[in-house]
């Protein structure tokens, strides 16, 4: 009927079928891991001298800690109750002290101007507001007037 060559061919083009559909099957149907942000984190200085002011960053990051430079979200910086210290914009123009700002992060990341007169610990956190998807919120601990060696 069949030659051998022609059925080692048929079944050669069978196998690569196969392969080939299973590939399609899985790129289209098993869910494929998005390094869409899910977190807010924030980077402090490691030292912070009494009375010097400091910048402190908020970024957006994926599972992996990589920054998702497609956010634009408002986030809410904020410091714990009963400390000396200020947060500022980083735009030194007139700028306002509070306990609490809002700041619009800029390809995943915003920055906030930090500053204290005293030597305290003192409990900052970081709240997503809004944006396209609600991220997990961050809250640290700054020893600010204290050196670390």
């Known amino acids: 009927m069949y030659s ?3 059925v080692r061919t048929l079944s050669a083009g069978l196998m690569l079928l196969a392969v080939f559909g299973l590939a ?3 790129a289209l149907m098993v869910p494929q891991e998005s390094n869409q942000a899910v977190k ?11 009375g010097v002011e400091a910048e402190l960053s908020v970024k957006a990051v994926d599972k992996h800690g990589l920054v998702d430079p497609s956010r ?4 809410r910086i904020s410091l714990g109750n009963a400390s000396y210290a200020k947060l500022g914009f980083p735009n030194r123009s007139g700028t306002i002290w ?3 700002l809002m700041i619009r992060l800029q390809a ?3 920055q906030v101007r930090f500053l204290d007169t005293e ?3 003192v409990r900052i956190s970081a ?3 809004e944006g396209r998807t609600p991220l997990e919120s961050s809250v640290i601990e700054l020893y600010s007037g204290w050196r670390v060696s």
């Open 119 to 121: 030597t305290e610990r």
């Open 4 to 6: 051998e060559e022609t």
């Open 98 to 100: 509070s306990s609490s």
């Open 108 to 110: 995943g990341v915003g």
């Open 72 to 75: 634009d979200d408002l986030v």
């Open 24 to 26: 399609l099957y899985y």
């Open 127 to 129: 709240e997503w507001i």
């Open 40 to 50: 807010l984190i924030m980077v402090k200085p490691s030292q912070l001298p009494q």
